[in-house]
């Protein structure tokens, strides 16, 4: 029994001098299944590069379109041509057509008969065109010899006399004639024979025309005490005719 024992202890003391000779055995790391990792985030693929535009080519293009002008003013009136001055002279072409006489004529006489006004305007350009008398300054003289057709003195609408011609008084009212264009003619032929010493190129209609000193008076204003007494004779025409040109030629909003 006693040996026993000794064994034991001599076998006791051995093993803990191995032991300690050959120290603790090494511990490894815990590997962790690859099942239980953490799963890593996928990488995201990167967007593609869009390469840009040079700016400089995008400011070429600007700078290449045309500049659109300006828009006019759709509002705006348009610009109006200047009221012809009133003739000075007796002779010369008249600027008036015949509607434009008719319509002068009418606004201020909207009792006279249209279309013996429309006729009248008619002789007056063509009679005067055939001598080369300004039919403006005729027709303006009617109108300030007849009143616009009103009459009311010495002459009358039955005479056809639309410049009192030999109109005088009442013991000598006035000439004449059988009919209205023969009428202008006389008027024509006298306002030619103050103007000119030209002869007529039509055949004589006014008895009064040898009495003209020819050519005294080749503007508006030698009419004034030789056609008639009244020494603003001229002004008065010349007023009709700033008003018929008015009409004519300007316009409401002048």
Same mark, same amino acid.
């Given at each position: 029994?006693?040996?026993?024992?000794?064994?034991?202890?001599?076998?006791?003391?051995?093993?803990?001098?191995?032991?300690?000779?050959?120290?603790?055995?090494?511990?490894?790391?815990? *590997? +962790?299944?690859?099942?239980? $990792?953490? =799963?890593?985030?996928?990488?995201?693929?990167?967007?593609?590069?869009?390469? #840009?535009? @040079?700016k400089?080519? *995008? +400011?070429?293009?600007?700078? $290449?379109? =045309?500049?659109?002008?300006?828009?006019?003013?759709?509002?705006?009136?348009? #610009?109006l @041509?200047?009221?012809?001055? +009133?003739?000075e002279?007796?002779?010369?072409?008249?600027?008036?057509?015949?509607?434009?006489?008719?319509?002068?004529?009418?606004?201020?006489?909207?009792?006279? +008969?249209?279309?013996?006004?429309?006729?009248?305007?008619?002789?007056?350009?063509?009679?005067?065109?055939?001598?080369?008398?300004?039919?403006?300054?005729?027709?303006?003289?009617?109108c300030?010899?007849t009143?616009?057709?009103?009459?009311?003195?010495?002459?009358?609408?039955?005479?056809?006399?639309?410049s009192?011609?030999?109109?005088?008084?009442?013991?000598?009212?006035?000439?004449?004639?059988?009919?209205?264009?023969?009428?202008?003619?006389?008027?024509?032929?006298?306002?030619?024979?103050?103007?000119?010493?030209?002869?007529?190129?039509?055949?004589?209609?006014?008895?009064?025309?040898?009495?003209?000193?020819?050519?005294?008076?080749?503007a508006?204003?030698?009419?004034?005490g030789?056609?008639?007494?009244?020494?603003?004779?001229a002004?008065?025409?010349?007023?009709?005719?700033?008003?018929?040109?008015?009409?004519?030629?300007?316009?409401?909003?002048?």
């Amino acid at each position: 029994m006693g040996q026993r024992i000794l064994f034991f202890c001599i076998l006791f003391l051995f093993s803990g001098i191995f032991f300690t000779c050959t120290g603790s055995p090494p511990v490894r790391e815990t *590997e +962790v299944p690859a099942s239980l $990792e953490p =799963p890593q985030p996928a990488e995201r693929p990167e967007p593609p590069q869009v390469a #840009e535009k @040079p700016k400089t080519a *995008e +400011v070429s293009r600007i700078s $290449e379109r =045309p500049e659109t002008p300006p828009q006019a003013d759709s509002a705006a009136p348009p #610009e109006l @041509p200047p009221i012809p001055p +009133v003739p000075e002279y007796i002779m010369g072409k008249g600027l008036t057509t015949q509607e434009q006489l008719v319509s002068f004529f009418l606004s201020v006489n909207a009792e006279a +008969v249209a279309p013996f006004v429309r006729n009248l305007a008619a002789f007056y350009i063509e009679e005067a065109a055939i001598e080369g008398v300004n039919h403006d300054v005729a027709f303006a003289q009617m109108c300030l010899e007849t009143g616009f057709l009103r009459y009311g003195n010495l002459v009358t609408p039955d005479m056809n006399n639309f410049s009192g011609l030999g109109a005088i008084g009442p013991e000598q009212p006035g000439l004449s004639f059988p009919d209205p264009r023969t009428g202008v003619r006389a008027q024509i032929q006298h306002l030619k024979g103050y103007a000119t010493d030209t002869p007529l190129k039509q055949e004589l209609v006014d008895p009064r025309y040898r009495w003209i000193r020819y050519g005294s008076a080749p503007a508006i204003t030698g009419l004034a005490g030789t056609w008639a007494a009244d020494r603003q004779y001229a002004v008065k025409i010349s007023k009709i005719l700033e008003r018929l040109y008015a009409f004519a030629f300007g316009s409401p909003t002048r």
